[in-house]
């Protein structure tokens, strides 16, 4: 609750009431979807997978709400139907995307990109911003990381972490930075997906730095986890 009392907060002193009650509205809206699918998701005998696919095939992100959990116990793993992938934004039309784009592509001061302008916004309005950055300082320093990461991707490729999915047997003891918990899974810390009912990789969280400098840098594929996929589609690949 905390986290929706900041978010309208942000939306509230940031675009005023309209903004407010459009984000409220929404909100209950994915609350009801996410009921929705705690109770219909099934098992896949095919689910966690890891799979490689052109970073440009990763289309859309969904909407960020928790209506499709991705990460910890609380995971979503294996099939469902319903709208789910409906709640998508198209990758281009992120902030995030638009920001490195001028970045890398066009090179942009860091301070003239929107990622930026609305963070340096929210530190001075108290509010955690990118990345959860609270100061200049912290937000610079993640600028810094950007631009080591686009470099090292840049001359090297995407590097695999190489770990296999297992069966989760010691809870979060068995969690490092590469490995993290997906329901009764441990897989390795990948960008996140689902498969909608048009075949469509529909981003569900993590990698999304990741991701937008491979579509940047036109790398070939990278590897990602499929959590989900539509009842509408039969593979998974």
Not at 51 to 80: C, M, Q, W
Request: glycine share 8%; aromatic share 10%.
């Amino acid at each position: 609750m905390a986290t929706i009392a900041k978010k309208l907060q942000f939306q509230y002193i940031k675009n005023g009431k309209k903004e407010v009650l459009a984000t409220t509205f929404n909100h209950m809206v994915h609350q009801i979807v996410y009921r929705y699918n705690k109770r219909n998701i099934s098992e896949h005998d095919g689910l966690p997978k890891i799979i490689f696919v052109d970073p440009d095939d990763v289309r859309y992100s969904t909407i960020p709400e928790p209506y499709l959990p991705h990460k910890n116990a609380e995971a979503f793993v294996g099939e469902l139907g319903g709208v789910w992938d409906r709640f998508q934004k198209d990758f281009e039309d992120l902030k995030l995307y638009q920001s490195l784009k001028n970045r890398f592509e066009k090179g942009y001061p860091w301070e003239e990109t929107v990622m930026y302008q609305s963070s340096v916004w929210g530190i001075e309005n108290g509010l955690s911003t990118w990345n959860g950055c609270r100061t200049k300082s912290e937000l610079n320093e993640r600028c810094k990381s950007l631009d080591k990461l686009y470099i090292e991707l840049a001359e090297n490729g995407y590097s695999q972490s190489g770990v296999p999915i297992r069966k989760l047997e010691h809870s979060y003891a068995d969690q490092t930075d590469q490995v993290i918990q997906v329901g009764d899974y441990l897989i390795p810390d990948e960008s996140r997906v689902g498969i909608g009912r048009h075949g469509e990789y529909i981003r569900l969280g993590g990698g999304k730095h990741r991701v937008v400098l491979a579509k940047l840098l036109d790398i070939e594929k990278i590897p990602v986890v499929v959590l989900i996929k539509h009842t509408n589609v039969n593979r998974i690949c």
